[in-house]
């Protein structure tokens, strides 16, 4: 078998010293080349001190969510999401659901960014018709396409099967068995696979209850409190100091919180 640029553009083999013995190729010659181009090339190093030579998030800076109202979703459209999702993680004795936990906007906001469009995926195909299950969703629809079509054919459907009920009208015995039967993809939906849209809501929704709150979701952290997730606090030294004790402050977020400063 021939090795890429083992010969010339007229044939001929070539004869450098890489070529004819690539195993010689020593960690100690490696860095010397590097040094070598880097010379050359004019660059220079510094020592950092005291500062970093960087601000923070001037790659991808995060903006806050602001609740109140729906970018993506119609009012019907986050009707319906709110329900599903209220289902997925309800609200009980533990704490506030995903729909109190702010679920809904959360998965509004990611609609409207590089999520809702797959922008920073490869979308060309081919799609597989049997995907295994670690290649993933095997779609060209992006997420704003499954949502848009897929909760029109749900709502489409259950009006059809439930005497002309909406899925926010159904009971919620009724709703969990037919989110029960989107799962297994037992339930035909006009034009749609109703596991698909099952899975993206469904994966959208525990998203969107263990996000950071300023993602618009786990709203006043109460998907972290569940969990006893401690957030995002600067340093743990005070709890390493104390192992086997229950960690007793509560979670900060990235935005913090009104006890920050609290050790």
Known sequence: MAHLGSHSPDGKPLTSAATRHPRHITRRSLLASAALLITTGGASARVVTKVLPWDPNEAYPVVPVK????L???SEEAAIVDAVVDRLIPTDDLGPGAKDAGVTTFIDRQLTGPYGG????YMQGP??????PTQGL????VPRQQYRLGLAALEAYCKTSFGGRGFVQLTVDEQERLLTAMEKGEVVLPNFSSKML??????????????????GG????????L???????????DVMEKPNQTYQLPPVAMQGRPAWGEH
């Open 118 to 121: 797959h922008d920073w995926l």
């Open 227 to 237: 969990i006893g997730f401690p957030g995002v606090r600067y340093d743990y030294r």
């Open 218 to 225: 786990n709203r006043d952290m109460a998907g972290w409190k």
């Open 138 to 141: 095997q779609s060209p629809l």
């Open 67 to 70: 609740p109140g109202g729906y």
């Open 127 to 132: 799609f597989s018709a049997s995907p295994l």
């Open 198 to 215: 099952f899975s993206a809501i469904h994966s959208n929704t525990l998203e969107g209850f263990f996000a950071d709150p300023i993602y």
């Open 72 to 74: 993506f979703f119609t």
